[in-house]
């Protein structure tokens, strides 16, 4: 036997025969299809492990009830729920709020939100639920009730009278029959998914012109499924909340939802994208990279690279115009990664080049006088020139060009109202503005949403209370003046009112000093930080150059401090102030003038020119009025006084929503208006109600505009004659 007959014969790859492009070509399809595989497996793998588990979904989903979000959301959601089919408790929803709140993070609720889930997710899977699932609250509320009876057990029965349908609709969490069905698929595909996945990144490292472009592939591949999957989590997650309600509590609540159950899946793709940097870098330290003209030639001069290049191109435009700041951050944060791999490749590899055929033993010495340190060194040094760049950018900036407002053209909703004087135009308005049901803590609410809604519902007039408290665990407390104040309270609510005030004052412990808030009389029973407030009106005035308000400020409060928070929120030199005896000027005039606010003061005017006194340029009806007498009885300003305030609700405590059905309908708030304009020989200017929502508000206040479309009202007149009583 011969030499060569005896010696071993070499393996041959059966790739070798081919171009290096067609190689090349080969190793990208491949690479891109082990993306593709790499991607569903993961999902296969996280939705068999998680969302298909019933046992795994239920506790994850129940274990959001303890979270603050959470809580919040479904104790918001299940008290509309009471109040829909029991509205006089509107009153009391805090004490309900409280109750529900408290109820939701026992262990009853989780025990049994988890069994209604499991039974939920049943449902879903075998297509039993065709478009939603339901979450059954017996328990929930049978505990709710139970914690009822201990302390208000009249409020009780009539919480559990309003439980007809104890039932929430979860069909926002996104979970269908059809997404069960597709997983179940994809499930059952788990193992074939991972061997494709194996022999496709093996094929990248057995097709490639090299195996050092080999393995660079396969961790590419790796590095971008993880990435695929974590951005793809991100835009399903933006485009999932999109199609939620607009209510913020909601869109919270859903998304902390689902993250809880994508941990794993979130983890695992940051362990993919992690292993095949690190992989990329490794690669890139050993040697030498592909030539930009191997890959300019890759991207331009195939029909893969050009289809890979616009493909990416087309993505990445469509992800900017559609989240523009998630993709700023992902630009940025990729730009990170890339610049932190690349000094890390600098570093490795000039350790390596410095350290080539060195003994262990000699690796210090080596390490002395070589390359590593000043990469280290370049490194450290581009770092902190990068930073310091960008402090000097940021310092430097340009500011923007001014940019000559438009003219405005329509004023509160309507072009015919700009060339109207303030005086005869009417404005819709809200008693106790900040007094809504939709607020934390607001018992005996007038309004059921507030001033931010209201402004947005299309409110153009607050009638606002302003007093002094403290905040304290329990809430915020009162301050009572007993000089001023207490006199004031013991005539409007009696002296037994005032002290159970006081002594639950007493009993509170108090934190911080003293602010303004908006309160109905007793700060106990509701507040507002009167700053907050008026920011919600800047931003509106904001939003809307176009609109003018009127506030009406019934002031428990210095002057200084009302007009303080109105310079702090921006708003001071919004203010109009009218000089006393002359014309006022049209809607338009205003606006043009940057004017958007009226402030009026019912006590205590003066520090600022534009905190006027109320009742020296308004007049208004009595506050007596009775369901069977909706009268114009003069109330407090003089007769000759050009704004007319027409206080239209039922002065009874608390304010219940169908009374405002009944008194804002249009057959009695349109015709008291009417009626009153033509006692005073002029139409009312603001038309203040409770539950601006109930009713015909918007539509009687557009008729004594005389708007088009609308029944025409009395011309408003500047100079009223005397009213007749």
Not at 82 to 106: Q, Y
Not at 432 to 439: D, L, Q, V
Not at 554 to 582: K, M, N, W
Request: net charge negative; glycine share 8%.
């Amino acid at each position: 036997m011969t030499e060569n007959a005896s010696a071993p014969r070499a393996l041959r790859n059966p790739f070798g025969e081919l171009t290096t492009r067609t190689r090349w070509l080969l190793t990208a399809f491949m690479a891109m299809l082990a993306v593709l595989v790499v991607s569903a497996l993961v999902v296969s793998a996280w939705a068999d492990r998680v969302l298909l588990d019933e046992d795994r979904f239920s506790a994850r989903i129940a274990s959001t009830l303890t979270q603050d979000e959470m809580n919040a959301y479904l104790t918001r959601e299940v008290t509309d729920q009471v109040l829909a089919r029991a509205p006089e408790l509107i009153g009391v929803r805090p004490a309900i709020e409280a109750v529900l709140s408290e109820a939701l993070r026992t262990r009853t609720a989780i025990v049994g939100a988890r069994a209604a889930l499991r039974g939920a997710h049943r449902a879903v899977r075998s297509g039993l639920a065709e478009e939603s699932i339901a979450i059954d609250l017996d328990a929930v509320f049978t505990l709710a009730g139970a914690l009822m009876q201990r302390g208000a057990p009249d409020i009780a029965e009539r919480f559990e009278a309003g439980l007809d349908t104890t039932r929430i609709d979860a069909s926002a969490v996104g979970l269908r029959t059809g997404l069960f069905a597709f997983l179940d698929h994809l499930t059952a595909l788990e193992w074939p998914l991972a061997a494709v996945g194996v022999l496709l990144l093996g094929g990248t490292v057995a097709v490639a012109p090299t195996r050092r472009s080999g393995l660079l592939a396969m961790a590419t591949a790796l590095a971008a499924a993880g990435l695929a999957g974590l951005v793809g989590q991100r835009l399903a997650e933006l485009w999932f909340v999109d199609q939620l309600p607009a209510r913020e509590d909601a869109r919270i609540a859903v998304t902390l939802a689902w993250r809880s159950m994508l941990r794993e899946y979130q983890g695992w793709n940051a362990g993919l994208l992690a292993i095949g940097l690190a992989g990329i870098v490794g690669v890139a330290a050993s040697g030498r990279l592909p030539d930009r003209d191997t890959v300019r030639d890759f991207l331009a001069g195939s029909v893969w690279g050009r289809t890979l290049a616009g493909v990416g191109l087309g993505v990445t435009g469509l992800a900017i115009a559609r989240w523009p700041l998630d993709a700023v951050r992902v630009i940025v944060v990729a730009g990170g990664v890339v610049a932190a791999g690349g000094g890390v490749v600098i570093v490795l590899r000039n350790a390596l080049a410095g350290l080539r055929g060195v003994r262990p033993a000699d690796y210090w010495q080596r390490l002395r006088g070589s390359r590593l340190l000043a990469g280290v060194g370049l490194v450290t040094v581009a770092l902190i020139a990068g930073l310091v760049g960008v402090w000097f950018a940021r310092s430097f900036r340009a500011e923007p060009t001014p940019v000559e407002p438009a003219p405005i053209t329509v004023c509160n909703g309507s072009e015919l109202l700009c060339d109207r004087p303030l005086d005869e135009v009417t404005f819709p308005g809200t008693h106790n503005s900040m007094s809504a049901a939709s607020e934390r803590g607001w018992y005996f609410p007038a309004q059921r949403y507030g001033i931010a809604q209201q402004l947005r519902d299309g409110v153009r007039a607050l009638l606002i209370d302003t007093y002094y408290g403290i905040p304290s665990p329990q809430g915020v407390l009162t301050v009572i003046d007993p000089e001023i104040r207490r006199p004031q309270l013991v005539a409007e609510h009696g002296e037994e009112v005032v002290a159970a005030a006081e002594r639950i004052a007493s009993q509170l412990s108090a934190e911080g000093e003293q602010e303004v808030y908006l309160c109905h009389s007793f700060c106990e029973l509701g507040a507002t930080p009167m700053g907050a407030a008026l920011v919600d009106i800047r931003d509106y005035l904001d939003a809307n150059p176009g609109e003018f308000l009127v506030v009406i400020v019934q002031d428990q409060t210095s002057p200084e401090d009302t007009i303080r928070e109105f310079e702090v929120a921006d708003l001071a030199q919004r203010a109009y102030a009218h000089p006393p005896g002359e014309p006022w000027p049209t809607l338009g005039e205003l606006l043009d003038d940057g004017k958007q606010l009226l402030v009026l003061a019912e006590h205590d005017a003066g520090g600022a020119d534009w905190y006027q006194p109320a009742f020296d340029v308004l007049q208004e009806t009595a506050l007596t009025a009775t369901q069977a007498d909706f009268a114009c009885t003069p109330g407090r300003g003089d007769a000759a006084n050009p704004l007319f305030l027409l206080n239209h609700w039922l002065p009874r405590r608390p304010a219940l929503p169908s009374d405002a059905l009944e008194v804002n309908a249009a057959d009695v708030l349109l015709e008291r208006a009417r009626r009153c304009a033509a006692d005073r020989g002029h139409v009312p200017n603001i038309v203040a109600v409770d539950f601006y929502d109930a009713g015909d508000l918007f539509t009687s206040v557009d008729a004594l505009n005389g708007l088009p479309g609308e029944d025409e009202a009395p011309t408003a007149t500047a100079s009223p004659a005397s009213p007749s009583n």
